[in-house]
């Protein structure tokens, strides 16, 4: 793994998600590598494009441009990260996630995590001191292990995740699980989803899912490495269509709240609290 440290101008951004106000993304490339991730299509720096889950860039002077830039900025809701995971590896090492959070709360930001990594839970105590301004979504796009693998080549294993969920909900965390990809044909039974909506019920999370898209370098990965069919688009088709019924009548079986990503910025704007779509 390759880590590249440089500087930036810009440490948050507007967010084209109608569900966040700004972003603020630490890295730049993510080592997860996922092979449907479509983070990949908006990364602008080559290196970590071409080389992605290989090299990751750092931006060092986050913290002095975050301070700089929040300074009369109108407060929002804040995603980290929308390109990257803000917990992957590399935040072992540099902290910057941890460092973004803390400012932005402090400064009364209204921060949405998303990640697939129990490195988040270092960070509880942080997260329990601004309750109020914070939710956590952690990323499961299945249970079995073996299938997970499939997809999410360099990732922290699914009951990793669900003990990250577990401890964020008992130090009473607001906690979320983004189900997405879900993959035609390969994680769309009701059964395998089931599971996930057992563990939202378990650790009081309600559900965001989304399905399959593909988009123009994540299908690199696809083609080549995916070992089933891959779907083609599957918006406004008569699958799509089933899935959102199934997804419905499995938070209704269960009694977890659930929207599809699409609604999102419904409940978001309602409730000051907002998610992303990737990682
Ligand atoms: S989907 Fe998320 S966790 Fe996976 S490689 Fe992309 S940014 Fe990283």
Not at 48 to 65: D, F, I, Q
């Amino acid at each position: 793994m390759k880590y590249i440290e440089y500087d930036v101008k810009t440490a948050i951004s507007k967010s084209n998600l109608p569900e966040l106000d700004y972003a603020v993304n630490p890295y730049t490339g993510c080592q997860h590598r996922c092979i449907y991730c479509f983070a990949i299509d908006f990364t602008k720096i080559d290196e970590a494009r071409e080389k992605w889950g290989e090299v990751v860039y750092v931006k060092r002077n986050l913290m002095e441009v975050l301070k700089k830039q929040i300074k009369g900025m109108k407060r929002g809701i804040t995603g980290l990260s929308s390109i990257t995971d803000p917990y992957q590896p590399a935040e072992a090492i540099y902290g910057l996630t941890r460092e973004s959070v803390r400012i932005l709360l402090s400064n009364g930001f209204r921060v949405t995590v998303q990640t697939k990594s129990p490195l988040a839970s270092r960070d509880i105590g942080l997260f329990a001191s601004h309750r109020d301004l914070i939710d956590v979504g952690v990323t499961i796009t299945t249970i079995d292990q073996k299938k997970a693998l499939e997809i999410e080549t360099q990732t922290p294993s699914p009951a990793q995740r669900v003990r990250l969920l577990e401890r964020l909900h008992s130090n009473g965390i607001k906690t979320w699980i983004f189900i997405g990809p879900i993959i035609k044909g390969f994680n769309d039974s009701k059964d395998e989803v089931g599971k996930i909506f057992q563990v939202a019920k378990d650790n009081g999370a309600r559900i965001i899912y989304d399905a399959y898209s593909p988009y123009k370098n994540s299908s690199v990965f696809m083609n080549n490495e995916f070992k089933h069919p891959v779907p083609e688009r599957t918006r406004d088709t008569e699958w799509r269509g089933d899935l959102d019924r199934m997804m419905l009548s499995l938070g209704d079986q269960f009694d977890v709240r659930t929207n599809s990503q699409d609604d999102e910025w419904k409940v978001a704007r309602g409730e000051g609290l907002g998610t992303l779509s990737t990682t």
